[in-house]
């Protein structure tokens, strides 16, 4: 039996309304429907999709924190809403917007707490907060208030606050959302040894394409609650279509730049717009563009999660 | 909600390492520490005077004199004094929901209520306990002194902790319906204690019966203390109430038990 497994699940919520007067009309909304997949041990899975696609609820049902309306989970074998304790001692869980750490405690003694809830023995518990100490940079931090920390160590705590307790999956809600770019990289750097080393199985929720692109083989897009797309990051893109853009400044205006597989589909003085298919390479239109114009400066633009998501509906539905 | 092969202490022990580590947390500003603890005792200390002051112009109240009516406010003060130290955040549940706080809990292998009482666990009622506990010690002088009473008063201190507790717990729990509530449970849990500071002789029958089979508030101190002053029950209720603390704190703190459960329930499958 795979680590995760998920079958026609459903969620739906109640809503009350004021509609006129005093009375409050409830009306039924689905957050999860119809939704199934399943994950093996070690696999590092994207759950990605728009705002309101369903990805927290998923993540409370398999934690055990809301029960689910209809279908079944199994994660580790356990039913989550069921088990919820005995399931809590397997995984960890992140809350990207929100932390597990006391506010007012320094980081060791947040630390010192989780060690008392999990009962994580005391060698084990030194061994990995030594190894993530070091791999999360936190040492110099250990005894500065949580509430002093930066977005970016304070995730870095929260992080290694889920892990103490050799957790076999580890959920990560919007794990960098906020962060700047260097503590992107380091935070999407440290998950990958994880998995490496340790088998830990993870499944992240992100708004970030290059979390994704940068660590994770398996994407499931969900929107409207329902799964609608489960498989390689690159097979997301070729079906959608979806495109990269190249943003060039040129030292002059001009006209048109033209380079073998791109387009140029906006110009606007010296700044031009070029799209490409978003599982090509980058480098020979970079370097295409640089040799032919007089180029000021160069970015690149990555599909937002909602055009690749309108883009593979357009892709996969029949159009009316 | 069984903890594995810990058994049924685990929680309990869970539940004392958290409030250790917080109260560790706390020592590091012995100073605010301290002066927290001497804070509440003073405040609380011209509670009292309050009482003295008013027996200076009446000589019993209810048909209770100053010594009997200090035996009551010190048994009543030091259960809710014990109960507010053990409950800990419970009071503040719905802040929990609000700011998903008890999302986080719920991840995490220890039973919800233990956690949350345990949760910024202090010491800051060490005042109101020590000033209602010297308020007792001297009202206890008065007293004289069998064996049994010795019990009973025992069974008095535990059992007024438990109906606190389960008071307090139990009005908490609106907050997973509505979360702005609190200060409707306070209505019952200070409330409560406030009117057990006096004897119940002092109103209507109808309160006291309330108080006795509705609300088990009466158990805290009234009925137990009626036994160590050796008095017979002003209203003409059996003397064997007065032994029957024990069960109403157990009836409650089931009540409130069953009550939480479903206020996590409630949370759990509304997920509001």
Redesign the interface.
Known sequence: MSLIEVRDLERT??LRRRSGGLRRAPSTVPAVHDLSFSIEAGEMVGYIGPNGAGKS?TI?ML?????PTSGEIRVAGLEP?AR???L??R?G?V?GQ?T?LWW??PLR?SF??LQ????VPDDRFRRNLDEFLELLDLGPLLDTPVRQLSLGQRMRGDIAAALLHDPEILYLDEPTIGLDVISKGRLREFLRTLNAERGTTLLLTTHDLQDIEALCRRVIVIDHGTAIFDGPLTDLHRQGGSTRTLVVDLVDAGPAIEVPGAVAWKVEGPRQWLSFPADASAAPIVAAVAVAYDVADLSIQEPAIEDVIRDLYSATEPRP | MADGSLGVLAPARSYVDIAVLWVRAAWAYPTSFLMLILGSLLITALDFVGIWVMFASIDTLGGFGLREIALLYGATGVGIGFADTLIGSVERIGIYVRTGRLDQMLTKPVPLLVQVCADQFTLRRLGRISQAGIVFGWAATYVDWTPARVLVALMMVVSSTVIFFALFTGFSCIQFWTTDSSEFANAFTYGGNTMTEYPLSIFPREIMLALTFVLPIAFVNWYPCLYLLGREDPFGLPTWLQFCSPIAAVVSLAGALLIWRSGVRHYTSTGS
């Open positions: 919520f109640v609820t409370k934690t055990g924190i809301l029960v809403s919820r304790t005995d809590a001692r995984i869980v809350f929100r597990t007012d405690l003694d010192g707490l008392k809830i999990y009962r």
